[in-house]
């Protein structure tokens, strides 16, 4: 990504990887920031809600996404069966189902509105960091390099991923294929974005 391009100004080549390797660690964390959630495996999770007395509840607002499995799912002390539920990956959404005899039907088929009464024990999360986000990750660091190798003092553009940004000057050394790399990463981050939802 960053072939053909100047870097002279950073050192031997040496220095750029290790400045490279030192940029790695928080341009993921600015990744993670910017959509809500990390990128990593998380089995055996445990998560603690409030009902909200309806039939069903979701977890995007947790940041505990994508999901893979609920192992356990505790309401007001009571473990509720698994066939008592729905569990909805895509959406992350967990569901009651209200059958007759089920931990369901005793609830009503609705959470009990409640400050922290629903547990569960679940994985989430990605066994591997989906490839988008890679590139998003090296394009986010090569764009760092680039602003650096210009060495230009005056920064009068920044481009922000979460809580990071990227410095450089827009008309100047690399000033637009900076820009055009950071806004790139930007995209490549902009689905895993959690979304908050509010009830009026």
Same mark, same amino acid.
């Given at each position: 990504?960053?072939?053909?391009?100047?870097?002279?100004r950073?050192?031997?080549?040496?220095?750029?990887?290790?400045?490279?390797?030192?940029?790695?660690?928080?341009?993921?964390?600015?990744?993670?920031?910017?959509v809500?959630?990390?990128?990593?495996?998380?089995?055996?999770?445990?998560?603690?809600?409030?009902?909200?007395?309806?039939?069903?509840?979701?977890?995007?607002?947790?940041?505990?996404?994508p999901?893979?499995?609920v192992l356990?799912?505790?309401?007001?002390?009571?473990?509720v069966?698994?066939?008592?539920?729905?569990?909805? &990956?895509?959406?992350?959404?967990?569901?009651?189902? &209200?059958?007759?005899?089920?931990?369901?039907?005793?609830?009503?088929?609705?959470?009990?509105?409640? /400050?922290?009464?629903? /547990?569960?024990?679940?994985?989430?999360?990605? &066994?591997?960091? &989906?490839?988008d986000v890679?590139?998003?990750?090296?394009?986010?660091?090569?764009? /760092?390099?680039?602003?650096?190798?210009?060495?230009?003092?005056?920064?009068?553009?920044?481009?922000?991923?979460?809580?990071?940004?990227? +410095?450089?000057?827009?008309?100047?050394?690399?000033?637009?294929?900076?820009?055009?790399?950071?806004?790139?990463?930007?995209?490549?981050?902009?689905?895993?974005?959690?979304?908050?939802? +509010?009830?009026?």
């Amino acid at each position: 990504m960053l072939a053909g391009y100047d870097l002279s100004r950073l050192g031997e080549t040496v220095v750029v990887e290790e400045r490279m390797q030192q940029l790695l660690p928080v341009t993921k964390r600015s990744l993670d920031t910017a959509v809500g959630h990390d990128f990593l495996w998380h089995g055996n999770d445990t998560v603690i809600l409030d009902g909200n007395g309806r039939d069903r509840l979701s977890l995007l607002e947790t940041g505990r996404a994508p999901l893979a499995a609920v192992l356990e799912l505790i309401v007001n002390g009571m473990v509720v069966p698994a066939e008592d539920y729905v569990v909805y &990956p895509q959406r992350g959404e967990i569901q009651l189902r &209200p059958g007759p005899g089920g931990a369901g039907a005793s609830l009503g088929g609705r959470f009990p509105v409640g /400050q922290q009464n629903v /547990q569960l024990t679940l994985d989430w999360g990605y &066994p591997q960091v &989906p490839g988008d986000v890679t590139l998003a990750q090296a394009k986010l660091t090569a764009a /760092q390099i680039l602003a650096e190798a210009a060495g230009e003092k005056i920064s009068a553009a920044e481009v922000r991923i979460g809580d990071y940004a990227v +410095r450089y000057s827009a008309s100047g050394k690399y000033g637009a294929v900076i820009e055009g790399l950071a806004r790139e990463a930007q995209a490549l981050v902009r689905g895993y974005r959690r979304m908050g939802i +509010r009830v009026v």
